[in-house]
Nanobody, 112 residues
Framework: QVQLVESGGGLVQAGGSLRLSCAAS????????MRWFRQAPGKEREFVAA????????NYADSVKGRFTISRDNAKNTVYLQMNSLKPEDTAVYYC?????WGQGTQVTVSS
């Protein structure tokens, strides 16, 4: 059973940066895709970014292209989301997703 633990959220001013981490355990992940989603208050959960565990191919939502970067450390079974030039509309709980499992989420708040 896959277990995911996110960390790295916090409060930051607009224009600032944060790096989120998602540590995975419980299984071999070499052929799967890790995804980040986010959910703002009163809104549906939305896709943010994805990375193939093997090969590192990435994909981003249009709203974060050029500002967010997803990466992985296979040795640590960890995926990162580097978030730069943050905007107030990036405020949300961020979740990682792998093989149908979800982490507990980490809050990101961007003040204007």
């Amino acid at each position: 059973q896959v277990q995911l633990v996110e960390s790295g959220g916090g409060l930051v001013q607009a224009g600032g940066s944060l790096r989120l981490s998602c540590a995975a355990s419980g299984q071999t992940f070499s052929t799967y895709v890790m995804r980040w989603f986010r959910q703002a208050p009163g809104k549906e959960r939305e896709f943010v970014a994805a990375i193939m565990w093997s090969g590192g191919i990435t994909n981003y939502a249009d709203s974060v292209k050029g500002r967010f970067t997803i990466s992985r450390d296979n040795a640590k079974n960890t995926v990162y989301l580097q978030m730069n030039s943050l905007k107030p509309e990036d405020t949300a709980v961020y979740y990682c997703n792998l093989m149908g499992a979800w982490g507990q989420g980490t809050q990101v708040t961007v003040s204007s």
